[in-house]
């Protein structure tokens, strides 16, 4: 198991970028899937992206062809590209990792949360 932690959330204005970046202590090779989730005040906690060991990524429809997630294994770090940025991006973003067997998951991991706020 590790721990996560988050950085690179800030104010933008519409149609602008930010790179978030979530850095594991120790190494995510092998981690089943990795992704980000977002939580807007007073709503569910709703996914963002994921990327599995193997490199597979799934999109939410909302940020299909704007947000792009990667892996740098060598850094140990998970990152989300997101340009085109909208106000309905405003959310407390969160990195999570997940490790899961056959019989069911070991371990989930969540980070603290990095705020996003895209705003004129």
């Known amino acids: 198991q590790v721990q996560l932690v988050e950085s690179g959330g800030g104010l933008v204005q519409p149609g602008g970028s930010l790179r978030l970046s979530c850095a594991a202590s120790?190494?995510?090779?092998?981690?089943?899937?990795m992704g980000w989730y977002r939580q807007a005040p007073g709503s569910q906690r709703e996914l963002a992206a994921t990327i599995t060991s193997g490199g597979t990524t799934n999109y939410a429809d909302s940020v299909k062809g704007r947000f792009t997630i990667s892996r740098n294994i060598a850094k140990n770090t998970l990152y989300l590209q997101m340009n085109s940025l909208k106000p309905e991006d405003t959310a407390v973003y969160y990195c999570?990792?997940?490790?899961?067997?056959?019989?069911?998951?070991?371990?989930?991991?969540w980070g603290q949360g990095t705020q996003v706020t895209v705003s004129s």
């Open positions: 120790g190494s995510i090779f092998s981690i089943n899937v």
């Open positions: 999570k990792a997940e490790d899961s067997t056959l019989y069911g998951t070991r371990w989930t991991k």
